[in-house]
């Protein structure tokens, strides 16, 4: 069975930074689309980050160029966001999402919910005073 895993969350004070980790099971991250997305409380998930796989091609949500980066450890099978300078507004519950196979996306496609048929269960980040 296919399946991707979160972990890394935490609770951090602002300014701070968080690796989160999304390791893949029954499949290996060869020629995919994976894509982290965030969900705030009450708000809709949205896509801050996608890489695929084949080639290193990155993408990011404008307003998170600089301070989030993703990144693949092919031995590990594992996709990184590395979240830095942390803030109250980046509070949510952080999922990651693949798709394999996928044709190449635009950026906007590669941010959005649609392309991705595989989901984690999220990792919470929680950013405080």
């Known amino acids: 069975q296919e399946q991707v895993a979160e972990s890394g969350g935490g609770s951090v004070q602002i300014g701070g930074s968080l690796r989160l980790s999304c390791v893949a099971s029954g499949f290996t991250y060869s020629a995919a689309c994976v894509a982290w997305f965030r969900q705030p409380p009450g708000k809709e998930r949205e896509g801050v980050a996608a890489l695929y796989t084949g080639s290193g091609k990155t993408y990011y949500l404008d307003v998170e160029k600089g301070r989030f980066t993703i990144s693949q450890d092919v031995a590990q099978n594992t996709v990184f966001l590395d979240l830095s300078n942390l803030q109250p507004e980046d509070t949510a519950l952080y999922y990651c999402?693949?798709?394999?196979?996928?044709?190449?996306?635009?950026?906007?496609?590669?941010?959005?919910?649609?392309?991705?048929?595989?989901w984690g269960q999220g990792t919470q980040v929680t950013v405080s005073s």
């Open positions: 999402a693949t798709e394999r196979d996928c044709p190449p996306l635009t950026a906007r496609q590669a941010l959005g919910k649609a392309v991705y048929g595989t």
